[in-house]
């Protein structure tokens, strides 16, 4: 065997050699599948007819295997651009058992596999593709990249190489093979494959996947795996994974793949879903195409942890005081007092109803008739109570007399039933069984029979009278409403309200601070006046204005609001709803088949679409970008993995929560007493190691004795730096792209866009990201400005860090959020500053001179 890989320049015989009998393999892989594909086609046919039977148990299996055969055609019918993406060539095992994949599963080579003159055959070869496929005796054409057996394709190194002799990755699109990358495990041994030297292609798969242009979606990383990377989407799910890695390590698309992973170890315990947590939008729409390329899809959900609460979606950005505010633990105590707080009515009085075009325009959280927990929906509300209706006093008429209950019975009625814990919404039925049996007392019919039964029957008689009338029924409504979580939190606008329920736990500026946030959840800038109502009247959500039309305003949530609204849901609760019953029909008894029958019953595919779509707690639950999670946040994402297994992926360098320790306590509460298990991730495959050194100087200065990542590759392309010397805030906060920097950050963005094929990501302060999209207008889609926050996770070509100053806003956590901007790089990158930055001559500004 040659031992030195064939030049790039001088092997091209035996590239197209090499690439030829990859592609023979590839034909032979598709010709098996074009078979597998009219194997599933006749199983639905054949199926469909178990519809003639007319027995329900026939369709039942009809459905399950018309499900599983549409499944299986769909896997078949997809042809990505890598179906086939690697192949191992192998010694021989120490022994002969093969697997379920036809693979055999020793480890380590035989012991006579090596000879004494260091040469060796291949006893093994075999391919990695998306999806396992087996020929027609049951021999492996290519092995599933999740089974047993093609875990030596990623663990395998020079140091460790096992059975590997040669790990070769296999670039193809379509049906057509592009070009092969090999990598030698066992550089020492001259080895034989079907009696010829084995050949060594290129200069190894990792460095030319590195090299691909990026575009505006995450590509999968399964054709190059690294060790480290492939223990942690191998490691046992059984109860926390926990894993730490700095930028460029791959956290994001390790845990993508570890869910594909998993559902592939063990489908039928992940049948529950796999909910994958992303830091922002943006990052979602980045990596949801991964999940699909892997062959997974429909059991994992990827959220926004600003999308979490169905029908909720964070579109604003609170202030960084603001949302220190919100996301501490200390809201829990606040929200709390503010549930029980918002039944109460100032003044005595409902207010009268809104007009038709504001209710329509209101929202709530689980209203009546959702039937959905944690569902925000916008156009479905309760009834609201009569106008005008008191509620610091109850009369009613019964027996001939009228009965009276006044505001100090009725307040003291109300703090019996919120004497417990439980959530205000389930306790009406007790507030109204309260309420009857004061009114009872006043009846003075308690002691008119002393025969049990008769007694029991007259207080039944009274109950049935009193609920019965107009007056009680609107009472009820608007003494004791169906709250609403958005209501409770716009109710939470009045400053004077909010100062009650705060009191002792927030100071009075935080108190003030966070009411004015939450005035954006009315409208245009006032809450509810005068602590008005919270669930009836102005609707459900309370507040939102009389004389808007529908549509006109949907609240403006942050992604802070969210979190509070999980928390409201828990702490209100959502009565049960009534289901509605089907009417009896004498089909139903006959035969069971559908056709028959006036209202068809939901197939097995269809029921588990809809708890899909209605699921709120998960099998396994994912976490990226873990350092970011507030406390309230972690309560929220517990309660969706509270019987679940986990994996939590972070970054303490890259946290943007300024009190890590409470995070921390959140987060071990969310977990739960479930065992630990740590890795870590060492190696920054994204960044060049001149980006990473210019990086790990804000290290240092954020969090001082951490190390950064070890950068694999280098380009010999140092950072460029420019400085714009009028580009101060004296000349408007609304720099146009005729101002220096404007036209600095433009000219920067053009230059970058010649030099690389790919994508170019434009990085400002998060009050700069409109200004910075106008700079921008014109250039194309493959350049896009972002705030500093909405840069995690992301990637591109080339970056323009603009302003680093105004980015780290001279605090440990702006810090931070500057060193995640300056590693988005996989090529270029260039700093420009302003005055504010204190450029030197050479324009690199103050914080990242050496």
């Known amino acids: 065997m040659t031992k030195d890989p064939v030049p790039e320049g001088t092997g091209d015989g035996v590239r197209d050699r090499e690439i030829a009998l990859e592609q023979e393999h590839l034909d032979r892989v598709y010709l098996r599948l074009e078979e597998k594909i009219h194997e599933a086609e006749f199983l639905m046919h054949d199926a ?76 093994e070869t075999l391919h990695i593709g998306r999806m396992g496929v087996l020929d027609e005796e049951y021999a492996p054409l290519v092995i599933d990249w999740r089974a047993p057996a093609a875990a030596p394709f990623y663990r395998s190194t020079p140091v460790a190489p096992g059975r590997v002799v040669r790990r070769r990755v296999i670039r193809s699109k379509g049906r057509r093979v592009l070009g092969v990358e090999d990598d030698l495990m066992r550089p020492e041994l001259s080895v034989r494959l079907g009696g010829a030297p084995l050949p060594v292609i290129g200069d190894g798969a990792l460095m030319a996947a590195l090299g691909q242009a990026r575009s505006h979606s995450m590509r999968d990383i399964v054709a190059s795996i690294q060790a480290e990377q492939d223990l942690v989407i191998r490691a046992p799910a059984a109860s926390v994974t926990y894993v730490e890695g700095g930028p460029g390590t791959g956290k994001t698309a390790v845990a993508l793949h570890r869910a594909a992973y998993l559902l592939y170890q063990d489908r039928r315990r992940y049948a529950g879903g796999i909910l994958i947590v992303s830091p922002t939008p943006l990052l979602v729409a980045y990596t949801e195409g991964v999940l699909p390329s892997l ?194 939190l716009t109710a939470m606008a009045d400053e004077r309200r909010l100062g009650r329920w705060a009191r002792r736990v927030l100071t009075p500026g935080e108190a003030r601070a966070l009411a004015r946030s939450l005035r954006r959840l009315v409208g245009a800038g006032a809450g509810p006046a005068g602590g008005g109502p919270v669930a009836s009247g102005t609707g459900p959500a309370g507040g939102t204005g009389e004389g808007r039309g529908p549509g006109e305003h949907r609240p403006s949530l942050s992604v802070h609001d969210v979190a509070l609204l999980d928390e409201l849901e828990t702490l209100l609760g959502t009565p049960a709803r009534p289901r509605k019953k089907r009417e009896f029909d004498p089909l139903d008894q006959l035969t069971g088949l559908e056709e028959l029958m006036p209202q068809r019953q939901e197939t097995q595919r269809e029921r588990a679409e809809r708890l899909a779509a209605e699921r709120t707690e998960y099998a ?120 220096g920097l404007g036209r ?107």
């Open 48 to 123: 469909a007819k178990l519809g003639q039977v007319g027995t329900p148990g026939a369709l039942a299996e009809r459905d399950a295997q018309v499900f599983r055969a549409g499944v299986h055609l769909n896997r078949l019918h997809s042809e990505y651009e890598d179906f086939l993406f690697g192949r191992i060539d192998l010694l021989p095992g120490k022994d002969g058992k093969r697997g379920p994949d036809g693979a055999y599963t020793s480890v380590e080579p035989a012991d006579d596999a090596v000879r004494p003159d260091s040469t060796a055959d291949i006893g």
């Open 295 to 488: 062959g997974e899809e429909g059991q994992v959900a990827i959220r926004a942890v600003g999308h979490l609460v169905d029908g909720a979606e964070a579109t604003v950005y609170d202030d960084p005081a603001v949302a220190r505010i919100k996301g501490s633990s200390r809201m829990v105590k606040v929200l709390r007092k503010a549930a029980r707080g918002a039944l109460e009515r100032p003044g005595g009085r409902a207010a009268p109803p809104s007009s038709p075009s504001s209710r329509s325009s209101s929202s709530s959280l689980a209203p009546a008739g959702s039937g959905r927990p944690g569902q925000l929906a916008f156009d479905e509300e309760p009834p609201e109570p009569a106008a005008g209706v008191r509620t610091d006093l109850l009369r009613v008429v019964a027996f001939g007399r009228r009965l009276e209950l006044e505001a100090g019975e009725l307040d003291r009625i109300r703090q019996s039933v919120l004497g417990g814990t439980a959530p205000v919404n389930l306790l009406r039925p007790r507030a109204r069984r309260l309420l009857l049996d004061a009114l009872w007392a006043k009846s003075g019919a308690v002691n008119r029979h002393a025969d049990p039964e008769l007694a029991a029957e007259l207080r039944s008689s009274f109950d049935e009278d009193v609920t019965a009338e107009d007056g009680f029924i609107d009472f009820l409504d608007a003494w004791w409403p169906e709250l609403t979580p958005l209501g409770v």
């Open 620 to 739: 396994h639950v994912i976490v990226d970008e873990a350092q970011d999670l507030t406390p309230m946040q972690w309560r929220m994402v517990g309660r969706r993995g509270r019987h679940a297994t986990w994996t939590v992926v972070g970054d303490p360098a890259q946290s943007s929560w300024p009190e890590p320790a409470e995070a921390a306590e959140a987060r071990d509460e969310a977990l739960g007493t479930r065992p630990r298990r740590r890795f870590e991730l060492t190696v920054n495959y994204r960044n060049p190691a001149e980006i990473a050194e210019l990086a790990a100087r804000v290290l240092a200065l954020a969090m001082p004795g951490m190390e950064s990542p070890s950068a694999v590759r280098s380009t010999g392309v140092v950072p460029r730096f420019t400085a714009v010397r009028d580009a101060g805030r004296d000349k408007g906060r609304d720099a146009g792209p005729d101002t």
């Open 744 to 850: 600095t950050v433009r000219a920067e963005a053009e230059r970058l866009l010649a030099r690389v094929d790919g994508t170019v990501g434009v990085v400002v302060a998060m009050d700069r990201r409109a200004e910075a999209a106008r700079w921008l207008d014109g250039l194309g889609d493959r350049v896009v400005a972002l705030g500093s926050l909405e840069a995690k996770g992301l990637e591109y070509d080339a970056t323009v860090v603009v302003s680093p100053a105004e980015i780290a806003g001279g605090t440990a956590v702006g810090l931070r959020v500057l060193y995640v901007a300056l590693t988005r790089a996989t090529r270029e990158l260039t700093v420009v500053s302003d005055r504010r930055d204190a450029p030197d001559g050479d324009g690199v500004p103050e914080l990242l001179r050496g």
